[in-house]
């Protein structure tokens, strides 16, 4: 611990000598050039102020990754927690975010967002963050040769978090147990999440086939409703019907017309006869006649 804090005693005084020596040769400048010393002790107060805000690099984003690796060991330690499906999209949404903003993000956060995904059944996303990992020799660590400053400040609080893990304890625990598992179990997990990918892939083209063979069921059954019903609205022939009565009744009917016809023919002989009593002139020849006899007489 003494050792510690004469370290940090001897970098921060290097920084204040050497602000003190750039600050003491800019104020000479601009005193030599009229400028007042008000101004110049100002001005001083201002770049100090600057330097200290820039030369740090901001430990904000290193935090937010010790926090996220917090959280998912957590949600995929095996314990017998119920973890609710927000809690475990909201661990998700805070490891994108790092991938999003941090520049060269570490492969431990893609294997932990992988198991995440793979936890909660999204196993194409899972595929796609744990493929990159154990598969993919750009996401070996050896590979992160020129780093950005969001990674080197990550990799320094790494190393000062292993080195010390009595200093944080629940994070170093944490690194190890996702390190531990991204080692024996990545792989494990990668082919568990492609298999349950291909089974869905096969339940949703299954369901697919399914769904159209019932649609041809029903299609077949309302074609066959349709021609129960175009039969019973069809009119019945009558036809058979009658040939049956013409040859039922054919025999009756060629009676009553011989009958009919025998008594046509009585009647007119009794008309004639009758005609012909009554009436004595009634065989009388035409004038023409007459007339016709007597010229040939006289010829």
């Known amino acids: ?34 400028f007042p010393m008000f101004v110049i002790f100002f001005f001083g107060i201002f770049a100090y102020f600057l330097w200290k805000t820039f030369s740090q690099p901001s430990r904000n984003g290193t935090r937010e990754v010790f926090e996220f690796y917090l959280s998912a060991n957590e949600v995929l330690r095996d314990d017998e927690r119920r973890w609710f499906g927000f809690e475990v999209q909201e661990v998700i949404i805070r490891g994108e975010r790092i991938l999003q903003l941090m520049n060269g993000a570490p492969p431990l956060v893609y294997f932990t967002l992988g198991a995440l995904y793979n936890k909660i059944g999204d196993h194409k996303s899972a595929i796609n963050h744990l493929a990159y990992v154990t598969e993919n020799e750009k996401a070996d660590e050896s590979s992160y040769v020129y780093p950005s400053p969001d990674l080197r400040n990550y990799v320094r609080v790494l190393r000062k978090i292993e080195r010390e893990p009595s200093e944080a304890p629940q994070t170093s625990s944490a690194v190890r147990a996702l390190e531990r598992a991204r080692r024996n179990r990545g792989k494990i997990i990668l082919e568990n999440s492609r298999l349950q990918l291909k089974e869905l892939d096969g339940k949703k083209e299954q369901a697919i086939i399914e769904k159209e063979q019932a649609m041809l069921e029903q299609k077949a059954q309302l074609d066959k409703l349709a021609v129960i019903n175009a039969n019973n609205v069809m009119p019945k022939s009558v036809v058979g019907d009658s040939d049956e009565n013409i040859s039922q009744n054919g025999g009756q009917r060629t009676e009553q017309i011989n009958v009919h016809s025998f008594d046509n023919r009585n009647s007119q002989n009794k008309r004639k006869a009758e005609e012909s009593n009554g009436d004595p002139f009634i065989n009388r020849k035409p004038i023409s006649e007459v007339l016709y006899d007597i010229y040939d007489r006289k010829q």
């Open 1 to 34: 611990m003494d050792n510690k804090l004469q370290k940090k005693k001897t970098g921060t005084l290097k920084e204040n000598s050497q602000y003190a020596l750039a600050f003491g040769l800019i104020g000479t400048m601009l005193l030599i050039a009229g």
